[in-house]
């Protein structure tokens, strides 16, 4: 009798994997029985304890019969026991639940991608809801019964009259009629059934996943990190809009955002795309063999302080956005007459200036769009002088490129004011280089050990 495991196909073509129990005598062809796992191990363990049995009462024969077969019974037993090991550990490193492979390795790369993927559009979607003023349109949230928008007429006038209880249709909307509504209500009802796309998708594959027997212990921790921070996401957002919904009577701005909730809310996706993205492609794209050397070290360095810089830049037009402050001086590379406005410190303390100032927060992302560009051509000029990999040096070249094409957006999204499709664009344009950005780590990271 000969039992292993063999890949077998099913009607459908789809290959399984099953134990095979094969009985052949010398005078009859063989015969196969096909076992599940669960039959196996039932299998198994009556064959050990058959044989403890049998091994128990040839003891007691030999010990009546007066023969002292010790010896040769403990090294027949430990052959036994051996031959069962070898059996089960045979076993156990072909199950589906086996250590992952580069197979296994490829597939959650992808997922991973293409939950990042997802990520971006709901960043992409988030900043053309700011842009048309939408966000504030769900005055309540619900997990499940929001899924469902207003149906009928009655539906709407009861969504739309909600709406008309807070700050902003008050002061700002007071006009606004039911197919406007309509339209603002879609666009924030489209933002978070987006996010609740998002959390299915990070979560029932992570489900799947880790039945499969696919993560490792390390990949584990990552995946939940992951899924965690969407639900800390989805919550983030609702505190964002809540602070938009509230009475300020000593304030005579309009209704918006808190800028403080509102980048805390684009930098806590940008976190969740830059982890997911940079998981994916490490375990897609093989590391390369670089010579380490000491200008390698400091392309790594400087690679790493580009990359955060290029985040940073991206984290204070949230602070942009959320004040309006692209409308606050539209002329480049000046502001207004001066190269420094007087308005500059106008708040005290000054510290508060950095982010509440409209005019220093305007300030601040010019000079951060500026540093972060003449960092990229800097990192650029420096990789030119060693010998990399032909994928490092197309991450690096493209990074450059898209570094001078997201200057020229943002400067073109000044100078006319602020139109929503080419603001819409210019957010796209921080995503896209914040990739290349973690592209070109990707290619510069160190073989594991």
Not at 44 to 60: E, N, P
Not at 289 to 310: C, D, M, N, S, Y
Request: net charge positive; glycine share 8%.
């Amino acid at each position: 009798m000969l039992f292993g495991r063999r890949t077998l196909a099913n009607n459908n073509g789809s290959a399984f994997s099953a134990f095979v129990v094969t009985s052949a005598a010398s005078n009859a062809a063989p015969v196969h029985c096909l076992l599940t796992d669960r039959a196996y191990d039932m299998l198994l363990s009556s064959l050990r304890t058959s044989i403890f049995c049998s091994c128990r009462s040839a003891g007691k024969s030999f010990q009546q019969s007066g023969h002292h077969r010790g010896p040769q019974l403990r090294q027949w037993l430990v052959k036994r026991g051996q031959s069962t090991i070898t059996v089960e550990a045979g076993a156990s490193s072909s199950s589906p639940a086996a250590v992952p492979n580069a197979s296994t390795n490829r597939t959650l790369g992808r997922w991973l991608l293409g939950c990042s993927g997802l990520v971006v559009g709901a960043v992409v979607l988030g900043g053309v809801t700011r842009l048309t003023e939408s966000g504030l349109s769900m005055v309540d949230w619900h997990l499940v019964r929001e899924m469902r928008p207003p149906q009928t007429k009655a539906e709407w006038e009861a969504e739309f009259s909600k709406y008309q209880q807070f700050p902003e249709f008050k002061i700002m909307n007071h006009d606004m009629t039911l197919p406007e509504f309509k339209f603002i209500f879609y666009m924030e009802w489209g933002h978070r059934m987006w996010g609740r796309l998002v959390g299915l998708a990070y979560v029932l594959p992570t489900v799947y996943f880790w039945r499969k027997g696919y993560f490792t212990r390390s990949m584990k921790g990552k995946v939940l990190g992951l899924c965690g921070f969407v639900f800390f996401q989805g919550l983030l957002g609702w505190y964002m809009v809540k602070s938009g919904l509230e009475d300020k009577p000593e304030s005579h701005d309009i209704p918006r955002v808190s800028q403080y909730r509102l980048s805390a809310h684009l930098g806590s996706a940008l976190l969740l795309y830059c982890a997911s993205l940079w998981t994916g492609l490490t375990m897609l794209l093989p590391a390369h063999k670089l010579a380490e050397t000491k200008h390698i070290t400091q392309l790594r360095r400087f690679a790493k302080g580009t990359g955060g810089l290029v985040f940073l830049t991206a984290l204070s037009g949230a602070f942009v956005a959320g004040l309006d402050a692209g409308l606050v001086y539209n002329s480049f590379p000046k502001m207004g007459e001066r190269w420094i406005p007087d308005d500059l410190l106008a708040f005290s303390p000054a510290l508060k200036n950095v982010f509440e100032n409209p005019t220093t927060v305007q300030f601040d992302h010019r000079i951060l769009a500026i540093s972060t560009m003449t960092a990229i051509t800097g990192l650029y000029l420096f990789s030119r002088r060693m010998l990399l990999p032909r994928r490092a040096k197309v991450a690096i070249s493209l990074l450059t490129a898209m570094a001078y094409g997201q200057v020229a957006l943002g400067i073109s999204t000044l100078l006319l004011y602020v139109p929503t499709p080419l603001a819409a664009v210019h957010q796209s344009g921080s995503v896209a280089l914040l990739s290349l950005a973690i592209w070109v780590l990707a290619e510069l990271r160190k073989m594991p050990k």
